[in-house]
């Protein structure tokens, strides 16, 4: 039984250029070539790359920074993560996502360009992403950036590593964030496989399937173990309390696989007392915003710049 009926009529047609794949490591390289080829309609920012230093011996990690400048006064910065299942993407899309929103908007970007799974499974990527914030933050004054008004965004697996970092950050003590924005968060391991929490009919079928979620999630556990102390930073869904963290904005489709664990995920941070907002939109698939012509992404992009405008305090 299908679940393509409930699509958005206006966001369909993107089913009819992505294919219909589970991953697997067969696939896996065709996959990351596609996706670095991919031609993304829409205004293009041209990054500044700096090569900083990774945690702990690790290799130098690749940040993407966009509308630095020191000679203005410290604006307020995100720290982007890009998405693509802990296993795909890069720093790149950022070209022609958060790139040129912070142009548009005034304030400063960066994307990191973490290792990725298999090659580089848990912690690195997560500690990949936690030099490229401490490093932000250290840089801030020759960024013209201000430190107190740092916010981490992400979407899907980039969504899942923000949520990660932001408990780093709070579990460390070392770094205060101004807020996390999570885009359909990739947030728990278990979703698809036999210790999976939720058993929606309607979500999953399509662009991010369970077995998929598995794959990825398999290929970033490495020897991690459930007795891990940082279960929370491996999948944020087991961190066992989540007070402390910073005002969030999280937003999903209706359709999406990570309905269920994110709407969980904004439950338990509500009652932890962090601020919070939640978006859920009807009719919506995993990556859902690509078909920006369609009205509900219009709609999700609206709530997305409001809430980076409020979040960050920008004029």
């Not at 410290?74 to 982007?80: F, G, M, S």
């Not at 960024?143 to 709070?170: N, T, Y």
């Not at 439950?267 to 009719?283: D, K, Q, S, T």
């Not at 709609?299 to 920008?314: C, E, F, G, S």
């Amino acid at each position: 039984m299908t679940t393509r009926h409930l699509i958005d009529p206006e966001i369909v047609p993107v089913l009819d250029f992505l294919p219909e794949l589970d991953l697997s490591h067969d696939i896996l390289p065709m996959m990351r070539e596609g996706m670095a080829a991919m031609e993304v309609p829409g205004p293009v920012a041209s990054p500044d790359i700096r090569l900083i230093p990774g945690r702990d011996g690790a290799p130098d990690v690749p940040l993407h920074i966009f509308n630095a400048d020191p000679a203005r006064p410290p604006r307020p910065a995100i720290l982007h993560i890009h998405g693509g299942g802990m296993v795909l993407g890069t720093a790149d899309m950022a070209s022609r996502s958060i790139g040129p929103m912070a142009e548009a908007m005034g304030f400063v970007a960066a994307s990191v360009d973490y290792r990725l799974a298999p090659e580089t499974a848990f912690p690195g990527p997560q500690e990949d992403c936690y030099a490229a914030l401490d490093w932000l933050v250290a840089q801030a004054d020759t960024l013209g950036v201000d430190p107190q008004r740092i916010v981490v965004m992400g979407e899907s697996a980039g969504g899942g590593l923000a949520a990660a970092l932001a408990l780093m950050a709070r579990d460390r003590g070392d770094i205060a964030l101004a807020g996390q924005i999570l885009i359909y968060p990739m947030l728990d391991h278990r979703t698809g496989g036999p210790d999976c929490r939720w058993q929606s009919a309607s979500t999953g079928e399509f662009i991010w399937t369970r077995a998929s979620n598995q794959f990825g999630w398999g290929a970033l556990r490495g020897d991690y173990g459930s007795d891990d102390p940082r279960k929370g930073w491996f999948s944020p869904a087991l961190a066992d309390d989540l007070a402390g963290l910073p005002p969030t904005y999280v937003a999903v489709g209706a359709l999406d696989l990570f309905l269920d664990e994110d709407l969980d995920f904004v439950r338990r941070l509500a009652g932890a007392g962090v601020p919070v907002e939640c978006h859920v939109y009807p009719g919506a698939i995993h990556a859902f915003d690509m078909m920006a012509t369609a009205r509900v992404a219009q709609r999700a992009q609206r709530d997305l710049t409001d809430a980076i405008a409020r979040m960050l305090v920008l004029d």
